[in-house]
């Protein structure tokens, strides 16, 4: 059972980036799971942003941050990132990163294993 923690959130002006990481810990090695980012604004649903898989082969982005957002994953730092630039005030919500056996899945139903989260807040 992987253990998982998120950082890199903050406070950002509208155009600016960041850089969000997460580590992965525990049995087994990062290569193993796929792992996903999702964010969720208060009194909204969970919603998928981006996921890449167990290989790295496979990325999958929602279709509002395609250009914007890039996922990648380092197996020997044993971390995911996520890069987000050009951010608006429409991303801020806490972004959690998520994994799972080897492929990605669209929904945060899927995922057995969650981080705490890191708080992303864009504003002018």
């Known amino acids: 059972q992987p253990q998982l923690v998120e950082s890199g959130g903050g406070l950002v002006q509208p155009g600016g980036s960041l850089r969000l990481s997460c580590v992965v810990s525990?049995?087994?090695?990062?290569?193993?799971?796929?792992v996903g980012w999702f964010r969720q604004a208060p009194g909204k649903e969970r919603e998928g942003v981006s996921c890449?898989?167990?290989?790295?082969?496979?990325?999958h982005y929602v279709d509002s941050e395609k250009g914007r957002f890039t996922i990648s994953r380092d197996n020997a730092l044993n971390t995911v990132y996520l890069q987000m630039n050009s951010l608006k005030p429409e991303d801020t919500a806490a972004y959690y990163c998520?994994?799972?056996?080897?492929?990605?899945?669209?929904?945060?139903?899927?995922?057995?294993?969650w981080g705490q989260g890191t708080q992303v807040t864009v504003s002018s």
């Open positions: 998520a994994a799972r056996r080897a492929v990605c899945f669209y929904h945060p139903s899927g995922y057995s294993y």
């Open positions: 525990g049995r087994g090695t990062l290569d193993y799971w796929a």
């Open positions: 890449i898989s167990s290989t790295g082969e496979s990325v």
